[in-house]
């Protein structure tokens, strides 16, 4: 064990997750690349967990930030803060939410805790659906409403929750139906539940599960729900902490590869828009958002630091185009994986959209997860030079792929070459 990996685990805590039998310590980084500090170089196909939006130390960024910290790092927000009015407005735009507000927190738990408050508050009731296997935040109550067992460490919840079927495609006691088939089945079950209950607040859900392995629910599911939610007036949360900024390649945001007839009542987001820097948020309608009758602020959130990275780097993209770089390069690396996992029975999918990348792992010969497997590729995958996620329910045997959207072609080649070696060392 290193002296930092021993001094790390004497201070902190045990639950605090950590990759790799002989962890990494990370010291720099540049474009899609970054170092450790042994001097080993490797391809960053995971991001910071998809905090790094288009690449490490992007230069745009780095001088919106000196800059910014060179003249103040931040004041208070109960002053005006022009870059933060500015970026607002801009997020504003991008939501395709009507007479939208925003309001920035400093991490997407931050943002989702938001987003039940205002909810619950709206609808005057404490009680929420959200989908089995999902993962919204460490706080206590965005643990409350995490599916995914293996990230929601108690049960003693202030809100009342009921998990719905959906967010994941694989496994579950609609896996064997066709999309339609499952898409049917998973209203039909929500309608049922809906005449058991007191009337929930909101349905939250993310696009694409993110934790829970980059699962890939057929398309219109989520317009499906909307339509049954929509007519109870029960609100819509999509949490786009991981699929938003065009990741996903076809969608700016992951909810409108649902064609649902109009936007979430409550969007979330944090992650990638700070491009490293702590930005959170979320967006709502006026009415819902300022449904709140007392003041309510968050110190850090909207900071002129953060908020100088966050124009920096959603300008950057979008004149880049990184969606559609997303899409592109994101396409064919799928293409690629999928050839790779046609011959490799440990593979049961490689699924996803644009750069938002999950290939689950089967014992082979049987539908099991194999969750040795996952972690044996991620070893064998940095052993060769590739940073790649690991995700999943409670089995984690998903890989997952979500690298800086500014890949190059060169780049997921390079990529998919280390990670079939990879693939291929613990068939
Ligand atoms: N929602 C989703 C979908 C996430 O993936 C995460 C983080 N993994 C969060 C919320 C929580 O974000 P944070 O860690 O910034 O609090």
Known sequence: MSDLHARHRAVLPDWLALYYENPIEITHGEGRHVWDADGNKYLDFFGGILTTMTAHALPEVTKAVTEQAGRILHTSTLYLNRTMVELAERIARLSNIPDARVFFTTSGTEANDTALLLATTYRRSNQILAMRNSYHGRSFSAVGITGNRSWSPTSLSPLQTLYVHGGVRTRGPFAHLDDDEFI???????????????????????????????????????????????????????????????????????????????????????????????????????????????????????TQITMAAGLANLTYLLEHDLQGNARRVGGLLIERLRAVAAQLPVVREVRGRGLMIGIELVRPGTDQAHPEAASAVIEAARAGGLLIGKGGGHDTSALRIAPPLTLTVAEAEEGAAILEHALRSVQ
């Open 184 to 302: 049917s089945s998973c209203v039909e079950d929500l309608t049922d539940l809906l005449g058991h209950v007191r009337p929930p607040a909101a349905l939250i859900a993310e696009p694409i599960q993110g934790v829970g392995g980059f699962t890939s629910p057929p398309d219109g599911l989520y317009a499906a729900f909307h339509d049954v939610l929509q007519d109870r007036g029960i609100l819509w949360i999509s949490d786009e902490v991981q699929t938003g900024w065009g990741r996903t390649g076809d969608h700016f945001w992951g909810w409108q590869a649902h064609g649902a007839s109009g936007p979430p009542d409550i969007l979330t987001f944090a992650k990638g828009i700070g491009n490293g820097m702590s930005i959170g948020g979320v967006v709502a309608r006026a009415d819902i958002m300022n449904c709140l009758d007392a003041n309510s602020i968050s110190t850090f959130g909207g």
